[in-house]
């Protein structure tokens, strides 16, 4: 049982903040800037729990559209585990999400436990990270996301998500941002595939990165991964995507950890043969 004084609490847009920085210690690597992208695709998304107003424990349930949810943040202070804090974090959450699809990426030891919360494995995800020492391609096929092409974008991100996150991509695409941008593909005034990169806690972190083929995945990846080189660059992938970790190879990244998709409800089938690299491990 969880301490009676324990108090459950919305986080604003500061206290994201304190939960990055949480997820930093854990080597999750996040954006610089994701508490602002966090906070517009669900305000009332992120839980802390306070103990005589000290944060002790944390978790996230965004809500997308009317059918899908996504967990994340499941982080309890050290110094107050094993006193069902985040046992009771863990209900509140499932309990916001409740009736819809709830998807997590969760860590592989914590597998056992989101089985027996109803979650089933779908598929392993894994990080490379390493310096990147690719060069930004001239091709004229591949442009920056602005205003005029952003509403497109986040009509072509809904085949890679389970639902519509236009409130999320709005922030994480901004144009002009000095934290982030995105470049995407275009053929015959057809979108083929996008892909954003952010400064990280370390380095920088690409995604969502998306593309209908493998050769298109890479021209993004080099226009990304070569605006930042010299760096370390990561990415996260599904590994089922076999041509995803073969880019990450091909140009030197490396395995970092992995962690498990799993769904409680219906899986949404996404196309993974496409996706090359997550939005983020916390909101998926």
């Not at 997820?23 to 954006?31: E, F, R, S």
């Not at 990304?224 to 990450?248: F, Y």
Request: with cysteine.
């Amino acid at each position: 049982m969880a301490p009676q004084n324990a108090e459950i609490r919305v986080m604003d847009e500061d206290g994201i903040l304190v939960m990055l920085d949480w997820a930093t210690k854990l080597g999750w690597n996040p954006g610089d800037d994701d508490a602002a992208s966090y906070c517009a695709a669900d305000p009332e998304g992120y839980l802390g729990c306070y103990i005589d107003n000290q944060l002790v424990s944390i978790i996230s349930a965004v809500l997308y559209g009317q059918s899908f949810g996504f967990l994340g943040f499941y982080i309890c202070h050290p110094d107050f585990r094993g006193q069902g804090l985040g046992r009771l974090m863990w209900n509140a959450a499932i309990q916001r999400l409740e009736g819809r699809t709830i998807g997590l990426d969760g860590v592989v030891e914590q597998q056992e436990f989101y089985a027996k919360s109803g979650f089933k494995l779908v598929h392993k995800n894994m990080r490379y990270s390493g310096l990147s020492d690719v060069t930004m391609p001239m091709d004229p096929r591949i442009s920056i996301i602005g205003k005029g092409i952003l509403p497109s974008i986040i009509d072509y991100d809904r085949n890679y998500f389970p639902e519509e996150r236009a409130r999320f991509l709005e922030r994480w695409l901004e144009p002009m941002n000095p934290q982030r941008h995105g470049i995407y593909l275009v053929e015959n005034g057809r979108v083929l595939g996008y892909g954003v990169i952010r400064a990280a806690r370390e380095g920088f972190r690409i995604g969502p990165l998306v593309a209908e083929t493998p050769e298109g995945a890479d021209l993004l990846f080099r226009a990304l991964a070569g605006s930042a080189k010299g760096q370390m660059v990561s990415i996260d992938l599904p590994l089922p995507n076999e041509a995803a970790a073969q880019l990450a190879e091909r140009y030197e990244l490396s395995p970092v950890f992995a962690t498990a998709r799993m769904y409680k409800g219906q899986d949404p089938n996404l196309p993974l043969d496409n996706i090359y690299s997550f939005a983020s491990y916390e909101l998926g």
